[in-house]
C-alpha cells in the first residue's frame, strides 16, 4: 500500500482515538470533582509551576477566557492557589494548591495503570514510530496553528 494511503488511514483514526481517550479520561475522573478541562490546566501547572492564565492559553493553545473559566473552578475547587505575578500587576499566577498536588498526583497514577495495561501491546519501536511520525505531522501543519490569543479567520 503507498505511504500517502497508510499516513492518511493513521490521520482518519487520530479524530476517534482522541475522542475516546477523553471519554475515558472522563470516566476515570468521576468523584474527583475535576474535568476534563481543569485536568489539563493541572497538567501544565504541575510541569511548569506557578503560571498565568494567558501563558496556560498559549501553552493548551486555547482562548484565554477559556482557561480563566477552568481556572476560576480550579481555585474555586481549592485545587490552585492564586499567587502575586512581579512581572504584571493584573494576571496573577496560579499554583497547584496541596490538594491540588495531591488530586492529580492520583489521577495521574490512574491514567499510568491504564497506560501501563496497553503498552503491553507496544514493542518501544512501535512506540518510537509512532511519536516521530506524529511529531513530524505536528511540524508540517504548524502554519495551521492559530495563536489563541488572535485566532485567524477560516
Avoid at 40 to 49: I, K, P, S, Y
Amino acid at each position: 500500500m503507498k505511504k500517502s494511503v497508510e499516513l492518511y488511514e493513521i490521520i482518519r483514526l487520530i479524530r476517534p482515538v482522541h475522542r475516546r481517550l477523553a471519554r475515558a479520561v472522563e470516566a476515570k475522573l468521576n468523584g474527583t470533582g475535576v474535568t476534563v478541562g481543569m485536568r489539563a490546566v493541572m497538567e501544565v501547572l504541575d510541569e511548569t509551576g506557578p503560571i498565568s492564565v494567558p501563558d496556560t492559553a498559549r501553552a493548551l493553545f486555547l482562548a484565554r477566557q477559556q482557561i480563566q473559566l477552568l481556572m476560576n473552578a480550579l481555585e474555586e475547587g481549592a485545587f490552585v492557589e492564586r499567587r502575586p505575578n512581579p512581572a504584571h500587576k493584573r494576571s496573577p499566577l496560579f499554583a497547584l494548591s496541596d490538594r491540588g498536588r495531591s488530586v492529580f498526583g492520583e489521577i495521574r497514577a490512574a491514567e499510568n495503570d491504564e497506560i501501563e495495561m496497553i503498552c503491553e501491546t507496544f514493542t518501544a519501536q512501535d512506540l518510537r514510530s509512532s511519536q516521530r511520525v506524529l511529531c513530524a505531522m505536528l511540524d508540517h501543519f504548524a502554519e495551521y496553528e492559530d495563536d489563541p490569543d488572535r485566532p485567524r479567520p477560516f
